[in-house]
């Protein structure tokens, strides 16, 4: 009812002033149903001399609107399963065409053709069918007009040819993996494009201008399709793997060195209505997913790690409530990594000499459904996912038992969003996590709910005010709420704290978020973005969403300059200014800076940029993990970058970073990658990071005697990672991937000192020295590696073979020395595990 009287509202407001905001185009004709089909599936050619040719392209870029370099040409036909495209790519040098043999969806610089279609209608979504002359396929789905979501997978082929004037490319794409309404007279948004990858050109029909505000939006129709009968409507994959795990057992009785085990599982999607798709997996293995990377973290707050699973990435744009924005990037009410999260009990687990445990590292899947599609004019999102109980083996004197680590869980997230013909949008999501508590777990909430609403409204054609209002609520025994009050997010126990209080004797705790921004998102020259936004102390969304922190109100200006004209030197250039503050509820001020930054992109295909960021002293509330708040110097830092061509057959980017407090306190960043393609069906990437930084005021720990000593230290760490990627195709449908990457880091404590005054603006007054005994020096060094052989033995069915293994070696020699810690990577027994995954693919 809220979404819908908005709607109301916006529709009144909006709808009648701006009108559509996609530009007219012909109907391309399509012929009536054929079954002149070979038996490889491609049309004859008497079928495509029957459809009408179309080679009205125009550049999208370097020249926007400009004739292209070379014509393409492109006919459309179909019968009652099948839409059929055949594009010629004419080139007058043909022996230039660029090309690369890579595994599936993998985008490489080179020549592509793709083939996008809106088969709704609705000028927001689109689906795209992408091949390069290798015959390598892409695919990816289009939301929200110019966003898009590259894990999605489709079941459909193409097949290519080359010869003296070009190369060809016939595309069979069956209806059903295609959403729409079928009719007597059935139109779809449609666009073709082109990329030539020697001269970095692209061109499209009909024209997809870079100054225009939507990409989807901006498409062609496609009509003339008879559209009586429904597609196929079901995709049942059924797998099975078969998995050994070899690991190094220690001292402990506990762990298995020989550990062989096996799966079996479903996928299954369903389309429900011609606009609504179930997709379901019962016991999903996601053993072929590549391990996260490893980290040190030493702030207060949690790491964020991106979703790799396929279930969960595919179709998760619709499922976004974006909170925390950095350059695109937002986090918000939905997390998916919550779901088959590492127990959360382990931490409480006891411990001995006499005391041996064994837990699982990841919570189990038992299944998970969503519902996607459109019904009407709204897009509509579910999900619903439950994990099982988990426990952990404990071994005490010889006496065996089971404690649970993390409780039956069932998540929830509902997603709707109403859209309009100007490309403005009202969205309500709401979120649940439930869960069955025993006793040993009543630290965790047994609830956890948010809802919210979000908006885009758009004016004028290159305007938009933007913003979202968001409620939580946590319920739980007064042990689980006290937990939550004194964690990062809140640390309800500083002292001096007004805005909130610790309240060991709650039950529930709820709070709430909000922000309103307004930018101007299209034109050629000028863009910008003012926004403001608040949550309060009581904020959470941590059992289903991330964020790092509650209690914030911010504010942020970013102005930018950009000239997407080429001239001879130049293909695009931006130039970018941003102000940023923000402060807590009692006032104090958290952070506060400015910077300048901006890239240029050459017409040789090297680009470069760098910037300048200057912040203000401001004050650290999470400093002591819940003891008084502390300023801190703020930091100047630069950034530099530059990439060469990656046509080539070597490719180089480089990244630099550095900076300082003006008191002693400083850091530099080094990465170089470098990529190279001795043939075309073989890439290796070698990838290199150093970082360096001295940290004067690094939080060390808490000392308590007859009072509390906030114990800070002089913190050297040094962090060096490889990263090394191999990756062989031999056919577009069979590859080989390997992945390695070692990870050290460490870290050398000094100069200790206390807090004496957190509020005191000069440094000298603000500690004291104390004399700390204890040793939290550290040497991480960690081996992780991922080699996975891809086979898709026929369209939609895959096998996997997989090989992971992991190293971990924490002692501490002393000090870091490259050599010395990169060899004791190796020095510790390995965590082997090899997979076997087969699927099958069926359609009904």
């Not at 393409?72 to 010629?88: I, Q």
């Not at 139109?187 to 989807?216: D, K, M």
């Not at 800070?712 to 031999?730: A, C, K, M, P, S």
């Amino acid at each position: 009812m809220i979404v819908a009287a908005l709607a109301l509202a916006v529709n009144t407001i909006l709808g009648a002033a701006d009108g559509p905001a996609t530009a007219r185009v012909d109907a391309v004709a399509i012929p009536s149903s054929t079954t002149t089909v070979r038996s490889t599936g491609e049309l004859s050619d008497e079928a495509w001399r029957a459809a009408t040719p179309v080679d009205t392209f125009l550049q999208r870029d370097p020249h926007e609107a400009a004739e292209p370099s070379q014509k393409t040409e492109f006919r459309v036909a179909y019968d009652t399963s099948t839409l059929f495209v055949k594009v010629r790519a004419y080139d007058t040098e043909p022996d230039k065409i660029v090309t690369y043999l890579t595994r599936r969806d993998l985008d490489s610089p080179g020549d592509w053709i793709r083939i996008l279609i809106d088969s709704y209608h609705d000028k927001r979504t689109a689906y795209e069918f992408a091949v390069n002359p290798s015959g390598v396929k892409v695919d990816r789905y289009w939301f929200n007009d110019n966003n898009r979501d590259d894990s999605w997978d489709a079941v459909w082929d193409v097949s290519v040819s080359r010869d003296p004037t070009g190369w060809t490319a016939e595309f069979r794409i069956p209806f059903s993996q295609l959403r729409f309404n079928p009719s007597a007279a059935s139109t779809f948004g449609f666009a073709v494009s082109r990329q030539i990858g020697r001269l970095n050109e692209t061109s499209t029909w009909p024209l997809l201008a870079r100054s225009a505000n939507g990409y989807v939006s901006s498409f062609g129709e496609l009509g003339g399709l008879s559209m009586a009968a429904s597609p196929k409507k079901l995709e049942i994959v059924p797998y099975t793997s078969a998995n050994v795990t070899m690991q190094p057992t220690g001292s402990n009785p506990l762990v298995k060195g020989a550990a062989p085990g096996g799966a079996l599982g479903i996928d299954m999607k369903y389309a429900l209505t011609s606009g609504l798709t179930l997709t379901t997996t019962v016991n999903p293995d996601f053993g072929q997913v590549e391990a996260d990377p490893a980290v040190v973290n030493l702030s207060a707050f949690e790491t964020f790690f991106s979703e790799r699973r396929p279930f969960f990435v595919e179709g998760s744009g619709l499922f976004n409530f974006g909170l925390d924005c950095n350059d695109g990037a937002c986090t918000g009410l939905f997390y998916s990594r919550r779901i088959g999260r590492s127990p959360q009990g382990t931490g409480d687990l006891p411990g001995g000499d006499s005391i041996y445990t064994d837990a699982p590292s990841q919570t189990t899947i038992l299944g998970a459904a969503k519902l996607t599609g459109r019904v009407g004019k709204f897009s509509v999102g579910v999900m619903q996912a439950v994990t099982r109980e988990e426990s952990a083996q404990v071994l005490t004197n010889g006496l065996s038992s089971r404690v649970p680590v993390e409780p039956l869980t069932s998540y929830t997230v509902g997603r709707v969003r109403r859209e309009f013909a100007n490309q403005s949008s009202i969205g309500l999501m709401v979120t649940s996590t439930k869960r069955q508590l025993g006793d040993n777990l009543r630290f965790l909430s047994d609830s956890a709910y948010t809802s919210g609403i979000d908006w885009d409204l758009r004016f004028k054609k290159r305007y938009a005010i933007t913003g979202n209002l968001v409620g939580s609520r946590l319920h739980g025994d007064p042990q689980a709420l006290a937990r939550i009050q004194e964690n990062s997010r809140h640390y309800y126990q500083r002292p001096g704290l007004t805005s909130a209080a610790l309240d060991l004797s709650r039950t529930s705790l709820y709070g709430g978020a909000g922000s309103i921004g307004i930018s101007k998102i299209g034109g050629e020259h000028i863009r910008f973005n003012s926004n403001v936004s608040i949550k309060t102390p009581g904020f959470d969304i941590n059992d289903i969403g991330f964020m790092r922190r509650a209690d914030q109100r911010q504010i942020g200006n970013w102005l930018q300059f950009r000239d997407e004209k080429p001239n001879r030197w130049v293909r695009s250039r931006y130039l970018s200014f941003n102000q940023f503050a923000s402060w807590n509820s009692d006032g104090d001020r958290l952070s506060a800076g400015w910077n300048v930054n901006g890239n240029v992109n050459f017409v040789n295909n090297w680009s470069a940029g760098g910037g300048v960021n200057f912040q203000k002293l401001q004050f650290d509330d999470r400093a002591t993990r819940g003891g008084p708040g502390v300023y801190t110097e703020g930091y100047d830092n630069f950034w530099s970058w530059f990439n060469t061509d990656n046509r080539k057959p070597l490719s180089l980017n480089v990244f630099n970073g550095a900076g300082h407090d003006g008191l002693g306190s400083w850091f530099r960043g080094h990465d170089v990658s470098v990529t190279y393609r001795p043939i075309a069906a073989l890439t290796v990437t070698s990838g290199a990071s150093l970082n360096r930084s001295v940290n004067n005021s690094q939080w060390t720990g808490l000392v308590t005697d007859t009072r509390d000593h906030y114990v800070f230290g002089r913190i050297d760490q040094t962090t060096v990672q490889l990263t090394e990627r191999f990756n062989y195709t031999l056919t577009p449908n069979l590859s080989l991937q390997l992945y390695a990457q070692p990870f050290v880091s460490a870290g050398a404590y000094g100069a200790f000192k206390e807090l004496a005054d957190g509020r005191a603006l000069a440094y000298d007054v603000r500690y004291r020295p104390f004399a700390y005994d204890g040793d939290p020096d550290f040497n991480v060094k960690s081996f992780r590696t991922t080699n996975v052989l891809r086979w898709e033995y026929r369209p939609g069915s895959t096998l996997f073979v997989v090989w992971q293994q992991a190293r971990e070696n924490d002692a501490v020699p002393g000090g870091f020395n490259t050599g010395r810690d990169l060899r004791d990577i190796f020095a510790v027994a390995p965590r082997n595990v090899f997979l076997v995954k087969f699927a099958y693919w069926l359609n009904y």
